[in-house]
């Protein structure tokens, strides 16, 4: 790959909206860039690959991005993008130690750039597919080859790092498999979560071209997002006429403001959950999909009684967290966002943007639904397993077991060979998330990072280093903070993942080894919170 001057990139054929917008600083964080930071370019990115073991063998595919109209199911087929023209994307699997050679063509309109981030991959950091940190965008009409090693086993997926393309159908799962795998069961089931409005009631960048008018359009007063009323921070004072009651906001269309005559098609005026300590997203969404179908027309798995199958959950979704529940059955926690867990059962998952869980599960005799409940939006997805005769549940089904016993990833711990050894922290960067609904201002820190200047401002760490980062969310929204070629662990015994749901006014620890060398993004996995500025740029000093 050619040597990127990222003082000099310019996105051509990109707005400020299609372009990924970059936030970035912390306290302890460093001023300098350009010379000072690790290029991904740079001979030690391909150094440290080549010190993970390899199988030699290689895995090549095309994928081609283009615009498709796709069968959800029940008779909705919207124009959309995405991967081969199908939704979710064709699966990729591999072993650890392969080499994965993804020629991405890129077919979509005219002018229209993208990419592709392999998700919880700790890959060599040219490869991460983040323009303009890492590469360069990939314009309609050309090609560019994806080649990396995958060293650790689990449960991933892939999309796009540009604007809020994540909230089209450009998704894929991406499984690593490991040879040496100790898990016995008879099947795997791969379900993947989306949230779903392109070609439906709009796109995603006339979702985001709302939201960015905020809240104060529409005759609130104005304030921070940090609300003491439950709602997330959202002053509902002048808000007479709208039913705030439950869940029922996103239920039906919600009527426009009287001052400032501000639409609100897409946002969501409440969505309040007591699991995600307050207002649980933003968005109206029409359809939640599970494996790319609506709960109208949901996607089955046939299996047998008596059987233990694997569920790989992936949350695809863009501002949607689920509780997940199999009517009837209890589940086993086996690994969270690739990395093993001690086994935990558990009647329901909650599962936020970008996490990944597996688990056990043995199932019964009959048909059950697999339930994704949309959380604090009053809808959901469905899947069913059919394992005898019975007839279909309803697809507003909710059994019992979504308000059953739920284990968030906080409570859960690490297995003994996957902890962190023990390590003195060198580095400890304190990242406070920040911004609200009021004007769509979404930071970290406060302070949006310049996205013609990646490396302004970087949150430096040096190889070999243990690092802290103190997540503190001083806003009255959920965040799902992912970071990019590394996995981290939740306080002292918790664990490793890459994304990880921090509560409004809560504080998060993590901690990770910094053993990947290049520039990675840091950022909240809700895609218009990131694409509004809640994004920072980990860099390594050279």
Known sequence: MNSINRRSVLLAGLGAAGAGALAACSSGSGSGGGDDLVNPSDSVVAAAEK????TGRQQKLTLTAAPAMIDLGGGVMPRTWAFDGRTPGREVRLSVGDTLVAELSNQLPHRTATSIHW??????????????????????????????????????????HIGVQLDRGLYAPLIVEDPEETLSYDDEWVVLLDDWVDGVTGTPDQVFAELRQGMGGMGMEAGTSSGADGTGGHDMSNMSGMDMSGDSASASPTPSASSGGM???FMLMSAPSKLLGGDAGDVKYPYHLINGRVATDPDVYTGKPGQKI???I???????????ALGGHRLTITHTDGF???????DALLVGMGERYDVLVTLGDGVFPLVALAEGKNANGLALMRTGSGSRPTAT?????????????????????????????DVTHQIRLTGGMMRYDWAINGTPFDMKDPEANPILVEQGQRVRLDFVNDTGMWHPMHLHGHTYQLGALG?????????PKKKLSVFFDADNPGQWMLHCHNAYHGEAGMMANVAYHA
């Open 263 to 265: 639409s609100t098609k």
């Open 119 to 160: 998700h919880g991959i700790a890959l060599r950091n040219d490869m991460d597919g983040v323009p303009p940190a890492t590469q360069n965008t990939v314009r309609a009409g050309s090609t560019f080859t994806y080649r990396f090693l995958a060293d650790a086993p689990g449960t991933y997926f892939f999309h796009p």
């Open 310 to 312: 694997r569920l790989r």
């Open 495 to 503: 664990p490793r993942k890459d994304t990880a749901i921090v509560l």
């Open 340 to 346: 093993p867990v001690r086994h935990q059962d558990v």
């Open 51 to 54: 010190k993970r073991p390899s």
């Open 314 to 324: 992936v949350n695809a979704g863009s501002d949607t967290a689920y509780r997940v």
């Open 397 to 425: 089904v909710r059994p019992q077991e979504l308000d059953g016993m739920i284990m968030t990833a906080s409570q859960l711990r690490a297995t003994d060979e996957a902890r962190l050894k023990r390590a003195r922290t």
